[in-house]
C-alpha cells in the first residue's frame, strides 16, 4: 500500500486533532507518496507514527505568538516523509519548531532521580533519555503530554520490527525523528566489490567514482589516509578495516582498487558518518540489479548490513550500509548522536 495513504489515514488526521486541542496551527506536508510499504509494515508503523506526529506538534511546534517572535511564520509545518534505501524504509517526521530542550531533559532526568545531581549529560544521553519508558519533561499533564507515554512505545516498536529510530534536533530549528526498518523485498542497483574471500553490494547510488590503486600509490594513501579526487582531499578507509577482516600482508603489496562513496542529499536526517570518503577494497566484481532481502527480526544484530542478495552466479552477498560502517568506524563505543534501539 502507499505510504501517502498510512500517513493521511493515521498521522495527518491526529495531528490535525492535536493542533485544534492546543489552539495552534499547522500545516502537514507528505512526500514519498509512491513508496510502498507492506500491509504488515504500515501495521508496524502506525501507533509509533501517531506519537511522533502528536509529539510534534505537542512539544516541538511553538504557539503562533511565540513563533512569530522567533520570527518565525505563525503557521508550523510537520512534514511526513518516506524513501527506500537498500532494504531499509525510511519513514521521518519534520517540525520546524523549537527544537529539544536538552537542559530541561537533563533537568527532569535529575529531579526523577534518573542522573546524579550536577551530572553533565551529553546530547547524545539526553537524547536516548527521551526514549526512556516513563519519563516526561512536561511540567503539566494534559491529554497530549506528561504522562510519560509516546517515545518509548515507538522505540520499543522497532526494536520488535528489527529496526531503529534516529533524532536529529536544533534549537530554534526543528527536529526530525526517522524510524528505519528493514522491508522484506527491494530492487536495488550495486557495486559488487570483494574483500578478503567474500563479494558484498554497496548501493550504486552511494558509489561516485572508481579505479584501481598500483601497489606504490596504495603504500603512499596507507600511510597518509587521504587521497585527492575532484580538488577534494578525502580520508581513506579500508573495507577490511570496517568488517574486522585481517589485512592480507602475506603476499606483499598488490593491486587493489578504490571507490569513492558520497552522501545521499535526500535523507531527511543527516548520519554522523562521513558525507564523501574514499574506501579500499580488494576488487570491484561488477554491478547488477539486485533483489534484496531484508534481515527480518535480526537485522538490528548486523550493524552495518541492510540485506542479502542472490548474485546472478548462485552466491549470496551481503548489501552493506557504508553510512552504519562508518559510524561505528568513528564512534566504537556504540554511541551515536541519532540512534537508537
Not at 26 to 54: N, Q, T, Y
Not at 81 to 97: K, P, R, Y
Not at 193 to 220: F, K, M, T, W
Not at 282 to 291: H, I, N, P
Request: aromatic residues 4%; negative net charge; glycine residues 10%.
Amino acid at each position: 500500500m502507499p505510504c501517502a495513504e498510512v500517513f493521511e489515514r493515521t498521522a495527518v488526521r491526529a495531528g490535525q486533532t492535536a493542533a485544534r486541542q492546543l489552539g495552534k496551527q499547522v500545516e502537514f506536508e507528505i512526500e514519498g507518496c509512491d513508496v510502498g510499504i507492506d500491509k504488515s509494515l504500515a501495521d508496524v508503523i502506525a501507533e509509533p507514527l501517531l506519537h511522533l506526529v502528536r509529539n510534534a506538534v505537542g512539544h516541538g511546534i511553538e504557539s503562533a505568538g511565540a513563533r512569530i517572535a522567533a520570527g518565525k511564520s505563525a503557521i508550523g509545518k510537520v512534514k511526513l516523509a518516506a524513501f527506500n534505501e537498500g532494504s531499509h524504509i525510511h519513514i521521518a517526521v519534520t517540525d520546524d519548531g523549537r527544537g529539544i530542550d536538552l537542559d530541561r531533559i537533563a533537568n527532569s532526568a535529575t529531579i526523577h532521580g534518573i542522573v546524579n545531581s550536577g551530572e553533565d549529560l551529553s546530547m547524545d544521553q539526553c537524547l536516548r533519555l527521551i526514549f526512556r519508558p516513563g519519563f516526561s519533561s512536561a511540567s503539566e499533564v494534559s491529554e497530549l503530554s506528561g504522562r510519560g507515554i509516546g517515545l518509548d512505545i515507538v522505540d520499543r516498536a522497532m526494536e520488535q520490527a528489527g529496526g531503529q529510530v534516529r533524532v536529529a534536533t536544533e534549537a530554534g530549528v526543528g527536529t526530525t525523528f526517522v524510524m528505519i526498518l528493514p522491508a522484506a523485498l527491494a530492487v536495488v542497483d550495486c557495486v559488487l566489490v570483494r574483500s578478503a574471500d567474500q563479494v558484498y553490494g554497496i548501493r550504486s547510488a552511494r558509489v561516485a567514482d572508481h579505479r584501481s590503486l598500483d601497489p606504490s600509490e596504495l603504500a603512499n594513501i596507507v600511510s597518509t589516509n587521504t587521497i585527492h579526487w575532484n580538488g577534494q582531499e578525502l580520508p581513506v578507509l579500508s573495507l577490511r578495516s570496517l568488517l574486522s577482516q585481517a589485512e592480507d600482508e602475506a603476499d606483499g603489496p598488490h593491486e587493489r582498487e578504490l571507490i569513492v562513496c558520497q552522501a545521499d542529499a535526500d535523507r531527511p536526517a543527516r548520519s554522523r558518518g562521513l558525507d564523501q570518503f574514499a574506501l579500499i577494497v580488494d576488487s570491484v566484481y561488477g554491478k547488477q540489479e539486485t533483489l534484496v532481502r531484508g534481515l527480518g527480526r535480526h537485522a538490528a544484530r548486523w550493524l552495518g548490513v541492510s540485506g542479502a542478495a542472490e548474485l546472478l552466479d548462485g552466491n549470496v552477498a551481503l548489501v552493506l550500509d557504508v553510512d552504519h560502517l562508518t559510524e561505528a568506524q568513528s564512534y566504537p563505543d556504540g554511541v551515536k548522536e541519532t540512534s537508537q534501539g
